[in-house]
């Protein structure tokens, strides 16, 4: 299951291709001094699929998303994300990738000194030149599919740690990125209020085809993301359990001790024999 | 000297000198990014609005109470020489070429150094820098032009302020306290100024009004470890920024006197 290179694999080197993949990590090692902290590690993410990363608390898989973002940079290996190779890019040009990308961080990070439209048009108030009306309609529209629509003039600190973190995917997703990473997004939130962020995830990726790479250590979240899908019909979302092709659109990623230890469906690790995923998973 | 001692010395200036560069990046950055596009114009108002009006009070009343105290002591020590009249041109001399720039940075240094540091150190462990990284705005942009051009822009006229409040001051006091006629103060002020005098007043504070700022703003982007990190940033802030208005102000008192005099 474990690739140990992407040529190993067959994938291709560019990107430019019509079905490339919408991330790929080569070989990528990072170490902040003597610390290892991920040591050749190898993926893609197709587009519109979900990527979940599993592993125990300071095994690397926010790093992953950070290295995707370009915020860090890896020490050797190459990192590919919508068709660049961020690893090699400066400040500058990585912004324009980013343009593209969304990303949801742990607890939230909203602006505390915005109010929650502020927030969610950030992106669009300051980074565009969309008419104020239009930017005012867009946070709207990303505040009602989150259902906060009646916050919109509320502070950050007014909201409970769910609907901050509805704020923060609804801030993800306003300039429409093809790619959304999520950090943690439910840790520290109650079963209930975690059941409505993953509908959102689930929401965004099936109905926006936004692709999506989560981080998490809550396997309950990370299962119903990767085994549920969101339909609509006339104007009613529902999300049910999910079937046929689009059970494979979603992978497991298991990260341990900066290296990839398995990479399968939902049913392959469920199905796992290695003492250290059924520990985890138990 | 001990092998591990010799270690930590040599860290400890290894560190020393990364703070350094960090901080010559950093300015040199700022001083791109306020002569390139894009531009936050709108935090450029609303910094120069914090940095120069949130400071007015603070600034006022130091620079009144400096000039009175200065009018009180030094007319103790001229009545010796038989000099009170000449209190106002001890007065404007000092307030003008030395104490209006200084005490007003200084002050600047302890409340908008201060507050910058802690801003942009929680901003920091909470991951809202991260979060404007990823949002697609580079927050040398966003946050440190403004905040550094507000500090340039803003520090030279606190301390025309300082200056003229310094100057009322001492007058209250020469007026009332010492029986100085006023018109006998005020011709004293003038005739204790001179041309140089005013550059040097009015050069000094730009330097001192970048440097608090930059300071402020290169502590709180380094911010590490939480709430007691930004503690820690607000702290450092105030002590490097007012230590280094002192030393800057000396190089810079040096030089000035060197091409205007």
């Not at chain 1, 790093?63 to 961020?86: E, N, Q």
């Not at chain 1, 990070?109 to 867009?138: C, I, M, W």
């Not at chain 1, 989150?146 to 769910?162: A, T």
Request: charged share 20%; aromatic share 6%.
């Amino acid at each position: 299951m474990r690739r140990e290179s992407l040529a190993d694999a067959g994938l291709p080197v560019e990107l430019v291709e019509k079905h490339a993949p919408v991330v790929l990590f080569d070989k990528v090692c990072l170490a902040f001094d003597d610390k290892v902290i991920l040591r050749n590690v190898t993926f893609d993410v197709r587009a519109g699929h979900t990527k979940i990363f599993l592993g125990a608390s300071g095994a690397g898989k926010s790093t992953i998303l950070k290295l995707m973002l370009g915020l860090l940079k890896p020490d050797s290996g190459t990192i590919w994300v919508l068709g660049h190779r961020v690893e090699q890019m400066d400040e500058v040009q990585l912004m324009g990738v980013r343009h593209h990308m969304g990303m949801v961080f742990q607890e939230g990070a909203l602006f505390d000194s915005f109010s929650v439209g502020e927030n969610v048009g950030y992106k669009l108030y300051e980074e565009t030149r969309q008419p104020l009306h239009q930017v005012r309609e867009r946070v709207e529209e990303v505040l009602g599919f989150v259902g906060l629509g009646e916050h919109i003039d509320k502070m950050p600190s007014d909201l409970s740690g769910g609907q901050r973190r509805r704020v923060a995917i609804a801030r993800a997703m306003a300039a429409k990125p093809t790619l959304l990473l999520y950090d943690e997004p439910t840790t520290g939130l109650d079963p209930m209020t975690s059941l409505t962020v993953d509908a959102e995830i689930i929401k965004l990726r099936d109905l926006e085809n936004v692709t999506s790479v989560l981080v998490t250590h809550q396997l309950r979240d990370a299962f119903y993301i990767a085994t549920h899908e969101a339909s609509m019909l006339g104007k009613e979302i529902t999300i049910s359990p999910a079937a046929g092709q689009k059970l494979e659109q979603a992978d497991f990623v298991m990260i341990r001790d900066g290296e990839v230890s398995f990479e399968g469906s939902a049913d392959e690790l469920r199905a796992s024999t290695d003492p250290y995923l059924q520990a985890f998973l138990s | 000297m001990s092998e591990s001692v010799q270690s930590r010395l040599v860290d400890g200036l290894k560190s020393a000198l990364l703070e350094v560069q960090e901080y010559v990046r950093l300015s040199l950055a700022a001083m791109r990014g306020a002569v390139s596009r894009p531009f936050y114009a709108h935090d450029l108002v609303e910094q120069l609005e914090v940095i120069g009006l949130g400071s007015l009070t603070v600034v006022l009343l130091t620079g009144f109470f400096t000039g009175a105290v200065l009018a009180l002591q030094s007319g103790m020590t001229l009545d010796q020489f038989g000099a009170r009249p000449f209190v106002g041109r001890l007065i404007s001399a000092s307030m003008i070429k030395e104490l209006g720039p200084v005490l007003t940075a200084l002050m600047l240094a302890g409340r908008v150094g201060s507050g910058i540091a802690a801003e942009l150190g929680s901003m920091v462990v909470t991951d809202q820098v991260s979060a404007l990284r990823a949002l697609g705005t580079d927050p040398i942009r966003k946050l440190v032009v403004p905040r550094v051009l507000a500090g340039f822009i803003m520090c030279p006229i606190l301390t025309v302020v300082a200056n003229g409040v310094g100057l009322l001051g001492g007058w209250i006091i020469a007026v009332t306290q010492l029986r100085v006629a006023s018109s006998v103060y005020w011709q004293s002020v003038i005739d204790g100024l001179y041309l140089e005098d005013v550059w040097m007043g009015l050069i000094k504070p730009f330097a001192l009004g970048f440097i608090i700022v930059s300071i402020g703003c290169h502590v709180g982007l380094r911010t590490k470890g939480g709430t007691q990190g930004v503690g820690r940033a607000t702290t450092s802030a105030v002590v490097a920024a007012s230590v280094t208005v002192l030393v800057v102000d000396f190089f810079v008192t040096r030089l000035l006197i060197s091409i205007l005099f």
